[in-house]
């Protein structure tokens, strides 16, 4: 059955820098072996998730690259797509758009601002995935 996973963000480092919580659920993907799909909201995001995987662990390398950038496949185990680009799904996904990913996969990853405020379109991701019978969980972090 598949699986969305809510990580709410709570600590103080993930609410100064979002995007250190998606590298940490992104390490986390790479250490169970899971290939991972980061749907990033724009190109200038998925170039700062690039920057920031580079540095994120000064002791372990994770590899990653951005979907299209590359002459070689899309075969690193943590892949970054930004909306106009053409990336395969993967069986773990982690969500940064607005809109809930379609299409066929096992778990999907949504980050939820620490911003009340800023809460509504994911409420409405939880209604959809709900919906189609997905197991959910909610996590803070």
């Keep these: 059955m598949p699986r969305a996973d809510f990580y709410l963000i709570d600590k103080p480092r993930f609410r100064q820098q979002p995007l250190l919580l998606v590298c940490e659920l992104a390490k986390r993907a790479f250490a169970a072996n899971l290939p991972t799909l980061i749907l990033a909201r724009d190109q200038a995001q998925a ?9 994120f662990d000064p002791d372990e390398y994770l590899p990653h690259q951005i ?7 899309d075969e690193a ?10 990336a395969a799904l993967r069986p773990l996904l982690i969500n940064l758009r607005d809109a809930a990913p379609a299409g066929s996969f096992d778990r999907v990853l949504e980050v939820v601002p620490a911003d009340p405020a800023a809460r509504g379109p994911l409420r409405e991701r ?3 995935y709900q919906s189609l019978g997905f197991t ?6």
């Excluded at 170039?47 to 540095?55: F, H, K, R, S």
């Excluded at 979907?67 to 496949?73: C, T």
């Design 47 to 55: 170039e700062a998730l690039d920057d920031l995987l580079w540095a």
């Design 67 to 73: 979907a299209g950038m590359d002459i070689e496949e």
């Design 77 to 86: 185990p943590i892949l970054i797509a930004a909306p106009d680009a053409d």
């Design 126 to 128: 939880w209604k959809h």
């Design 136 to 141: 959910l969980q909610k996590f803070d972090m």
